[in-house]
């Protein structure tokens, strides 16, 4: 019975993380497709790395996203991520 618990446990585990990766991936695509489409000069603060999306010589609205927001995303996320991945798995739990 501990082997089936250690699988159901390993189980939620890749599924929180697979649901936490898909919707960073779209979080950045999203990102990156909104400051493209307003014309928006992207700036992302990584870790001390600034990361900057902008078009040479143009004067666009300049939107900054320090660590603070980033951080806070990425939280939000995860923890959305691990919301539905618990959900996912008593679904699928209780259909077993």
């Known amino acids: 019975m501990t082997m089936r618990r250690t699988t159901a446990a390993v189980s939620l585990v890749l599924l929180w993380l697979l649901t936490v990766a898909v919707a960073e991936a ?9 400051a ?3 014309r928006l ?3 992302v603060q990584v870790a001390g790395v600034m990361v900057t999306l902008f078009v040479p ?12 927001a980033f951080v806070g995303s990425c939280l939000f996320t995860a923890g959305c991520g691990a ?5 996912a ?3 699928w739990s209780l259909a077993s």
Do not use: C, I, K, M
Not at 59 to 66: A, D, E, I, K, M
Not at 83 to 87: G, H, K, N, W, Y
């Open 41 to 43: 000069n992207l700036t």
């Open 36 to 38: 493209d489409v307003l």
């Open 83 to 87: 919301v539905a991945a618990a959900r």
């Open 89 to 91: 798995y008593r679904r």
């Open 57 to 68: 010589g143009q004067s666009y609205p300049n939107v900054t996203l320090f660590n603070a």
């Open 26 to 34: 779209s979080l950045g695509a999203l990102l990156l497709l909104f």
